[in-house]
């Protein structure tokens, strides 16, 4: 055993970069980095892979890919994720017993949702049923959907103002969220984002920070071919509803997730996909907003060429967004 991994893990390794180019560590193996340094010649190499737990790390500058959990390197190397025939799950949980070294790498808490009150929130419930269209999606049934904002701090025990979290324009809002806001909490519960149920509002969103996340959170919604590499990205929450319930782009069945970060951070969004749901080489399509310049989008193509294999861009012909009606998507990359 090497640490909490099997013998041939480290020969699959050798196997893989060269005899001479993994070196066993007191608490660390040191490999290339497969994202940038395979097939390099150096004296020195820069993954660091832990011997207590299941996570990896490359120090070398500008690396941008090369940090997570294990089988994000396992299936860079091999296609696929094979983890479970490397790690001793004995020597696994008794490592998780003894060190703190996850305690600095948060990657998701769990949360408490206060059920979805329709008859204490009749406005709410309306204004989701008409950004659905009506669509036949239960409120109820909506992934992190929050309506009762001051029940989901009291359940989960949030101490506003001492929390890390604190959020003192948020304080001094919450009466005015309370009554006029929805909330979805993001996929990996880093965040709250708000959505104004009065359109004509100049105050139409917030966003609430819950805990500190290494790359960028999202909403998600699962499409039809999980295992695909297809992510339909979009600025909305309900851009991406309306795409995945009308399937105007008739590509559902090939789409893994449909993804919104509720801006148009789309640099940051495709990382922390590839990073979270451990998905490489993207083929994105993105449901744009009017008032982005394609240039944009070029220049994300051409600066992430490393994860993105195809990218893909729509307007909505009739509509600033894809959740303006009538939708007619116009591609325009």
């Known amino acids: 055993m090497i640490g909490i991994y099997e013998d041939k893990f480290l020969e699959d390794l050798k196997n893989l970069f060269g005899p001479d180019k993994v070196v066993v560590k007191a608490h660390n193996l040191i490999t290339p980095c497969p994202w940038c340094e395979y097939g390099?010649?150096?004296?020195?190499?820069?993954?660091?892979?832990?011997?207590?737990?299941?996570?990896?790390?490359?120090?070398?500058?500008?690396?941008?890919?090369?940090?997570?959990?294990?089988?994000?390197?396992v299936k860079k190397l091999l296609g696929f994720d094979n983890t479970s025939h490397y790690i001793d799950s004995k020597n696994?949980?008794?490592?998780?017993?003894?060190?703190?070294?996850?305690?600095?790498?948060?990657?998701?808490?769990?949360?408490?949702?206060?059920p979805i009150d329709i008859r204490k929130f009749p406005l709410k419930d309306l204004y989701i049923r008409k950004r659905l269209k009506f669509?036949?999606?239960?409120?109820?049934?909506?992934?992190?959907?929050i309506f009762d904002i001051k029940e989901f701090i009291d359940i989960n025990k949030l101490d506003y103002p001492e929390s890390p979290a604190n959020d003192f324009h948020f304080l001094r809002v919450l009466d005015f969220i309370q009554a006029?806001?929805?909330?979805?909490?993001?996929?990996?519960?880093?965040?709250i984002m708000f959505r104004n149920i009065d359109p004509y509002s100049s105050f139409n969103h917030?966003?609430?920070?819950?805990?500190?996340?290494?790359?960028?959170?999202?909403?998600?919604i699962r499409g039809g071919n999980t295992e695909s590499n297809k992510v339909v990205v979009a600025e909305g929450i309900f851009n991406i509803f309306s795409e995945q319930i009308n399937d105007y782009l008739n590509i559902d069945n090939e789409v893994s997730l449909y993804a919104s970060a509720l801006s148009s951070k789309y640099e940051s969004l495709l990382k922390s996909i590839v990073f979270y749901e451990q998905k490489y080489r993207l083929d994105v399509v993105i449901l744009s907003d009017?008032?982005?310049?394609?240039?944009?989008?070029?220049?994300?193509?051409?600066?992430?060429?490393?994860?993105?294999?195809?990218?893909?861009?729509?307007?909505?012909?009739?509509?600033?967004?894809?959740?303006?009606s009538p939708v007619a998507p116009v591609k325009a990359l």
């Not at 696994?92 to 070294?101: F, G």
């Not at 310049?293 to 992430?304: D, T, V």
């Open 40 to 73: 390099e010649e150096k004296d020195h190499y820069h993954l660091y892979i832990s011997l207590e737990l299941p996570v990896f790390n490359c120090f070398h500058a500008g690396c941008k890919e090369g940090r997570g959990f294990i089988g994000k390197f």
């Open 92 to 114: 696994l949980k008794t490592s998780l017993k003894r060190t703190n070294i996850l305690k600095d790498i948060t990657i998701k808490k769990e949360f408490v949702l206060p």
């Open 135 to 145: 669509s036949d999606i239960e409120t109820r049934n909506i992934k992190g959907l």
């Open 180 to 191: 006029n806001f929805i909330g979805f909490l993001t996929e990996n519960h880093s965040k």
């Open 206 to 220: 917030h966003k609430l920070k819950l805990f500190d996340t290494p790359f960028l959170d999202y909403y998600k």
């Open 290 to 324: 009017h008032g982005v310049e394609i240039e944009y989008y070029k220049y994300i193509k051409k600066k992430n060429k490393h994860i993105i294999n195809s990218l893909s861009v729509y307007y909505n012909k009739y509509g600033k967004d894809f959740n303006i």
